[in-house]
């Protein structure tokens, strides 16, 4: 469905920001992802034990504020991430970004 379609394709060095768009291999977009690992698995322990034992510790509710506020942010920085193309290139644009990520997540 893109034949015919002229799609900007930049080079863009792994540690930098690229028309407005984070290389998918670049060191902020790995720390991302790392918190978003501990948040996952910080929701996965929180719920399990609630179900149980009620709320597991007095900071619970702020760990509950942060993990909404970070997968709620989470969803901005998917938006602006560059992607790879079927061709094995990294596209930055942004429409065709948006186009994927609608396709896989909604």
Do not use: H
Not at 7 to 15: M, N
Not at 38 to 47: A, I, P, Q, V
Not at 91 to 106: C, E, H, K, Q, V
Request: glycine residues 4%; hydrophobic residues 45%.
């Amino acid at each position: 469905s893109l034949s015919g379609r002229i799609v900007r394709i930049r080079a863009c060095a792994p540690w930098r920001i690229c028309e407005r768009t984070l290389n998918p291999s670049s060191t902020p977009r790995l720390v991302w992802m790392v918190v978003g690992c501990s948040f996952f698995l910080s929701d996965f322990l929180t719920l399990t034990l609630e179900v149980f034992a009620g709320p597991p510790w007095a900071l619970a509710g702020l760990f509950d504020i942060l993990s909404a506020a970070y997968w709620t942010l989470d969803i901005a920085v998917t938006l602006r991430t560059s992607i790879y193309t079927k061709q094995g290139e990294l596209s930055t644009d942004l429409r065709l970004i948006m186009r994927r990520y609608a396709r896989s997540w909604l």
